[in-house]
């Protein structure tokens, strides 16, 4: 069994920055395939970004892309999402999810088993 725990969340202006961290425990960190969802208000979990277990595979959603880098410290048990240039579509809970297999381009949040509670972030002026 896998544990989640992420952290970093808080409120940002447009424009600003924010990096979110997730603890991993239980399981082999290094052999999971790692990402971030969010969920904004009144609307359904949406993928952000995913990197596999050897940090050769990394995809990010169309809107994540070239602002937001993902990445991951196996002897720490930890991934981050470094989030740059938010926008308020940015708002919502962002959770960290985890699960065995291929990094895949778009997955759907029934891809991975294991999610963390989440972390809120608000981006408002």
């Known amino acids: 069994q896998v544990q989640l725990v992420e952290s970093g969340g808080g409120w940002v202006q447009p424009g600003g920055s924010l990096k979110l961290t997730c603890a991993a425990s239980?399981?082999?960190?290094?052999?999971?395939?790692i990402g971030w969802f969010r969920q904004g208000p009144g609307k359904e979990r949406e993928f952000v970004a995913t990197?596999?277990?050897?940090?050769?595979?990394?995809f990010y959603s169309d809107a994540a892309k070239g602002r937001f880098f993902i990445s991951r410290d196996n002897g720490k048990k930890m991934v981050y999402l470094q989030m740059n240039s938010l926008r308020p579509t940015g708002t919502g809970v962002y959770y960290c999810?985890?699960?065995?297999?291929?990094?895949?381009?778009?997955?759907?949040?029934?891809?991975?088993?294991?999610w963390g509670r989440g972390t809120q972030v608000i981006v408002s002026s």
């Open positions: 239980g399981g082999t960190f290094s052999t999971l395939t």
């Open positions: 999810v985890a699960d065995s297999g291929m990094a895949i381009m778009d997955p759907p949040p029934g891809r991975y088993r294991y």
């Open positions: 990197i596999d277990w050897q940090d050769r595979t990394i």
